[in-house]
């Protein structure tokens, strides 16, 4: 039996959203889907007015609300013939979807509402994250050069939008069992990295305000060759041991590790 559906002159977003609550929906007899599905286009497309397209959320915990309310399974029945192994993926990763949900409705005070509403900060802490990480791969100081600040907005931009579903990635999320493999591991990867990367940042403000607000402070004079230590010109650096004698042939660097202090010999200021 087809059951005709109604046209409609929603939202592109809704309809796309609809039908892919449909899919999820594929299993049950057709008349029982209308029942499921019927008035959805005009419920969703008056949130979306109100809230915007985010508001939707994900199609597949929509549709296994309906099935759970309905008296259904959470997940679709399998069809006769077996489902390949793509398909046996897709169904596992929904069921921990599902199971992992289960637990939040389970406890107290209604974390998942509280996660959920957390969502949007942690799309950038992730971009964020992605951003530390190219600075570990770039080398051990931190740059906060205007090229790598534009970076940190593309990498912030791009999360949230991989998390808002928006560049076909909510379709994706839903056909390709790849994209949403990838999708956890690099969710994983920046839960597991954000202490360390929280820790770099912290060290790099922490040597900024040593070197603003420091007691003492070393800089080159009018003479390239000359430094000064508290507004006095030294004439001369040298490196001793705990003996008190003198070790020859060494550099002292500054504190940027990019270029030596004049080692003068000679005793003349």
């Known amino acids: 039996m087809t059951v005709q559906l109604p046209e409609t002159s929603a939202r592109p977003e809704v309809r796309d959203f609809v039908d892919r609550i449909r899919a999820f929906l594929s299993d049950l007899d057709p008349d029982e889907q209308q029942d499921l599905t019927a008035g959805l286009e005009a419920d969703l497309a008056d949130l979306v007015d109100e809230r915007g397209p985010e508001a939707l959320g994900d199609p597949a915990a929509y549709a296994r609300e309906l099935r759970v309310a309905a008296g259904h399974p959470a997940e679709m029945r399998p069809k006769p013939g077996g489902r390949g192994l793509r398909n046996a993926a897709m169904d596992a990763i929904d069921s921990a979807h599902a199971s992992w949900d289960r637990l939040l409705d389970s406890l107290p005070g209604d974390p998942r509402g509280f996660l959920t509403a957390l969502q949007p900060a942690w799309w950038v802490v992730r971009g964020w994250v992605a951003w530390m990480f190219v600075q570990d791969i770039q080398g051990p100081s931190l740059m906060v050069t205007t090229p790598w600040l534009v970076l940190l907005v593309v990498c912030i931009a791009a999360s949230v939008q991989v998390g808002r579903g928006s560049w076909g990635v909510d379709r994706l999320l839903t056909t390709s069992v790849l994209a949403r493999l990838l999708l956890v591991a690099l969710n994983v990867f920046a839960v597991c990295t954000s202490i360390g990367a929280a820790d770099r940042l912290a060290w790099y403000v922490a040597e900024q305000r040593a070197w603003q607000f420091g007691p003492t402070e070393v800089h080159y004079g009018d003479n390239p060759e000359v430094i ?42």
Do not use: K, Y
Request: aromatic share 4%; hydrophobic share 35%; proline share 2%.
């Open 228 to 269: 000064t230590f508290q507004g006095h010109q030294i004439c001369e650096l040298q490196v001793r041991d705990l003996s008190g004698n003198v070790v020859e042939q060494v550099q002292v660097w500054d504190a940027t590790s990019e270029q030596t202090l004049p080692m003068l010999n000679d005793g003349a200021c």
